[in-house]
T-cell receptor, first 111, second 116 residues
Framework: SQQGEEDPQALSIQEGENATMNCSYK?????LQWYRQNSGRGLVHLILIRSNEREKHSGRLRVTLDTSKKSSSLLITASRAADTASYFCATDDTGGFKTIFGAGTRLFVKA | KAGVTQTPRYLIKTRGQQVTLSCSPI?????VSWYQQTPGQGLQFLFEYFSETQRNKGNFPGRFSGRQFSNSRSEMNVSTLELGDSALYLC???????????????FGSGTQLSVL
């Protein structure tokens, strides 16, 4: 079963625009992570936000977390063609030793 | 430091055969997780190993099995292959500390399995 659900499923923007992806989850969490996957490759960790944090920045990435709404958002500013990929949110199963991924958002950045 | 290595990169099998996939984690990482990724089901957790012990298992039939060796390398095996087993199989390792919560995963490039 999937803990996180991303929205939208797909997003197409022009280079230079900002991209926002949302993630909703079902159970309480200790932290939430975002990963990127280029087509047919492995996932790459982008950023982790802990349950007691509301916002976190890393370069052009900004992640917010609202535990009352069980949701998170990933903002990529000034998008580049190289940002074209699928983006997944992930949370840890309550029992531990298991990270659960959402269905992902496919981002396409047009040059 | 070398990343997570998965072999082979591509594999073609026929229904009824069995297959073994290999994963070498980042040096020093003791936890290895396996995932199945398909367009319809997304990323599905298969199992996680730490120090040769399976600590968690996903909801897959018994045809899917795995193991971890003393050097932390891991293998997964799928017996009696079905068409629906066609997928990208991803392996991920995590930090030297005992993995509980919040450890980031380092993924290999995956093995693309096609069952004909």
């Amino acid at each position: 079963s999937q803990q996180g659900e991303e929205d939208p499923q797909a997003l197409s923007i022009q280079e230079g625009e900002n991209a926002t992806m949302n993630c909703s989850y079902k159970t309480s969490i200790n932290n939430l992570q975002w990963y990127r996957q280029n087509s047919g490759r492995g996932l790459v960790h982008l950023i982790l936000i802990r349950s007691n944090e509301r916002e976190k920045h890393s370069g052009r990435l900004r992640v917010t977390l609202d535990t009352s709404k069980k949701s998170s958002s990933l903002l990529i500013t000034a998008s580049r063609a190289a940002d074209t990929a699928s983006y997944f949110c992930a949370t840890d199963d309550t029992g531990g030793f298991k990270t659960i991924f959402g269905a992902g958002t496919r981002l396409f950045v047009k040059a | 430091k070398a990343g997570v290595t998965q072999t082979p990169r591509y594999l073609i099998k026929t229904r009824g055969q069995q297959v073994t996939l290999s994963c070498s984690p980042i040096s020093g990482h003791r936890s290895v997780s396996w995932y199945q990724q398909t367009p319809g089901q997304g990323l599905q957790f298969l199992f996680e190993y730490f120090s040769e012990t399976q600590r968690n298992k996903g909801n897959f039939p018994g045809r899917f099995s795995g193991r971890q060796f003393s050097n932390s390398r891991s293998e997964m095996n799928v017996s009696t292959l079905e068409l629906g087993d066609s997928a990208l199989y991803l392996c991920a390792s995590s930090s030297p500390r005992d993995r509980g919560f919040g450890e980031k995963l380092f993924f290999g490039s995956g093995t693309q399995l096609s069952v004909l």
